[in-house]
């Protein structure tokens, strides 16, 4: 595979390539973009933005619903030297006040969006009274509306060293943190990537994940563009409210190449366990699934290959990988065509310079692990102890890698940056690990970063938010993720300290899950009580303790207790279909109970388990509810009203 110098020779070589992107924007919404027409639309949209005073180092933050109008952007940008800077669009507070911080930390920047997205941010500085926030909305925005493409904007020549675009960190409610990327990063990456997989120019791929997301952008537009094939993005939000297109788009364009985190596989699998596939659905054309992004449940993968194999799925497609935003992208991938395997070990064996002990899975205190595979290209990796000494192999250690991929700097953070490398210049990756069979397995994270539908929360900033709730303060909660050994899926926890009946404590929980998905956009799985939180003789909060508790069952008496009884024939509305609607959010709402007059958005569940009772909903009443309807009728009863009309 040849290695580009910079993203432009790439786009240049692309552009004489008769291949397209294809845009599904719905079921029968779709539009197409040839490489070579991808090319003039940039060319024209820079000439516009060259014409408003853009110039080379100014940076655009492409902030946008549309995936065709954020791929024109961000070539524009590249091809004039202007730094894209990827931001995604979400519904959270969380969301808005990211985007604020990113736009105060560039030193010129400029947003790039739409009119109706501008119009709320707007609302929401100016209701915040954030006076300097709205000033930079009023003054340094760009409406894609009012952008007319012009001449010919002038192409910057760059070269491999320059920054060719910001990935900011994602789930963060603290200040993020910008990863820059130089050409030769990304180029080398791409090229990486390609080789390892084996993708051919007759392969073709189909991604729903974010373009604002490393996977989505580098690996499914980029790499797949390099690779010279025709290359398929769905609109991530037509995936969520319609995951079974997935595999019918799949079929339908024969795609070879797809990629999914594990929330992706659990929520197609949730309507496909209710509906299944359209009779002739062929998946005998996939060679490989990506699946990285965040921790991977062997389970999950085995429940998603059984089910789909009557559908002609080959066990080989499921492709474990491992990466990261500091090193681009990829980082470990697989042999392709070989099945994944795991290793089971005991749960209590994975100290840093510890060797690991194996386990039957099914033990109490067994836990299974994922083989990711080995280095990509023109990277290396090491494990070390805590003093950054390399472990022999079979022991636990911390993750360190270097090479042509790996960041050398944190967008305007010199202490950031510092805190990334170890003194003889090695990439601290914070994950730990072991290399099994010469594969590496990911163990666990040295910080207490939470991945929650692929993206990262650190646990501070979601204890700061539940310790707004009066009569609570940062030392009386504990925010931690845990995966059970029978989990699939990262579960947030929050820990309270908590001393009275539990009766009480239930009104305190409800709170903790309301705050968190109001502020965070996040649903909390179980707010737990505690008596007392274990801390370090300096005070620092032991939350692996509180996880093992946890996750040994200790609290299982608590939960129960807490739990909605399971009978709850006399415990719902009078009004029928109401009580309808009741028991179809029961089931999606995990232990959070839903009444008939709760506001859908502010009683703690997650976007996605919204969009997954609406899908309930549908599937019981055809096209009756759209998931945009719950902004007109965000209750249950309003809900119901609106149906019956």
């Not at 500085?125 to 954030?130: A, G, L, V």
């Not at 007319?148 to 603290?174: C, E, M, N, R, V």
């Not at 274990?534 to 129960?560: C, H, I, M, W």
Request: with cysteine; proline share 4%; hydrophobic share 40%.
């Amino acid at each position: 595979m040849k290695l580009y110098a910079t993203l432009i020779d790439l786009l240049d070589e692309a552009r004489g390539k008769d291949r397209e992107i294809r845009f599904i924007d719905g079921e029968n919404d779709e539009t197409s973009v040839g490489f070579g027409a991808l090319w003039d639309r940039a060319i024209a949209l820079l000439g516009s933005l060259q014409a408003r005073g853009m110039q080379h180092g100014d940076e655009l933050v492409i902030f946008s619903t549309s995936n065709q109008s954020f791929v024109v952007a961000y070539w524009a940008a590249m091809l004039g030297g202007i730094v894209p800077v990827p931001v995604a669009v979400g519904i959270s507070d969380e969301h808005r006040i990211k985007l604020f911080r990113i736009l105060r930390q560039l030193e010129r920047g400029t947003l790039f969006t739409e009119s109706a997205l501008l119009k709320r941010l707007l609302e929401f500085s100016k209701s915040r009274e954030m006076g300097e926030i709205t000033a930079i909305l009023e003054s340094r925005t760009v409406l894609m509306s009012d952008v007319i493409p012009g001449d010919s904007g002038q192409i910057h020549p760059a070269s491999p060293d320059d920054l060719a675009f910001i990935q900011y960190s994602s789930g963060s409610t603290s200040d993020p943190k910008g990863v820059c990327l130089t050409h030769a990063n990304l180029c080398a990456n791409v090229r990486a990537i390609i080789e390892s997989t084996h993708w051919q120019e007759d392969d073709r791929s189909l991604s729903w994940m974010p373009l604002t997301h490393d996977m989505g952008l580098i690996g499914y537009h980029l790499s797949v563009m390099a690779a010279g094939m025709n290359h398929a993005v769905m609109d991530t939000n037509v995936f969520v409210r319609r995951p079974l297109l997935w595999m019918i788009k799949t079929n339908e364009l024969r795609a070879t190449q797809l990629c999914s985190p594990n929330f992706g596989y659990k929520h197609f699998l949730k309507l496909f366990e209710r509906k299944g596939l359209p009779d002739g659905t062929d998946l005998s054309c996939i060679k490989l699934i990506l699946n990285g992004a965040e921790p991977i449940s062997y389970d999950l993968c085995e429940e998603f290959l059984t089910a789909l194999a009557p559908y002609g799925l080959k066990r080989s497609t499921m492709f474990p990988v491992y990466g990261l935003a500091e090193a681009t992208v990829g980082v470990t991938v697989g042999n392709p065509g070989d099945e994944y395997s795991r290793v089971v070990v005991h749960r209590h064996s994975l100290s840093i310079g510890e060797p690991y002990e194996l386990a039957q899975a099914g033990d109490a205190d067994a836990i299974s692990f994922v083989k990711v595979g080995n280095i990509v290209r023109d990277c290396e990796i090491r494990l070390t102890d805590d003093a950054d000494t390399i472990l022999e192999d079979g022991r636990i250690g911390h993750i360190q890698l270097r090479g042509a991929s790996v960041t050398e700097r944190i967008y305007g953070d010199e202490e950031a940056t510092a805190g990334l490398f170890t003194d003889d210049g090695w990439l601290r990756t914070g994950d730990c690990g072991v290399f099994v069979d010469n594969q590496l397995v990911i163990t666990g994270r040295q910080k207490d970063i939470i991945i929650v539908n692929g993206q990262n929360y650190y646990p501070h900033d979601i204890e700061e938010i539940v310790a707004q709730i009066d009569g609570l303060d940062l030392g009386k909660v504990v925010v931690a993720g845990a995966t059970p050994s029978k989990g699939q899926t990262e579960e947030l926890l929050v820990f309270i300290l908590y001393r009275r009946d539990l009766e009480s404590f239930v009104g305190l929980a409800d709170e903790v899950r309301e705050i968190v998905g109001e502020h965070a956009g996040l649903e909390v799985d179980h707010v737990l009580p505690v008596p007392k939180i274990p801390k370090t003789t300096s005070g620092k909060v032991q939350r692996v303790q509180l996880l093992n508790a946890y996750l040994d069952d200790e609290f299982a008496g608590v939960l129960a207790e807490m739990s909605p009884p399971d009978d709850v024939s006399e415990d719902v509305d009078d009004d029928s279909l109401v009580a309808e609607l009741e028991l179809i959010c029961r089931e999606f709402s995990k232990d959070r109970r839903i009444g008939p007059d709760d506001n859908l958005f502010e009683v703690g569940v997650s976007s996605l388990t919204l969009t997954e009772i609406v899908l309930g909903i549908d599937e019981k009443y055809p096209g009756k509810l759209d998931i945009s309807d719950l902004f007109d009728y965000p209750t249950l009863r309003e809900i119901a009203d609106f149906m019956r009309r």
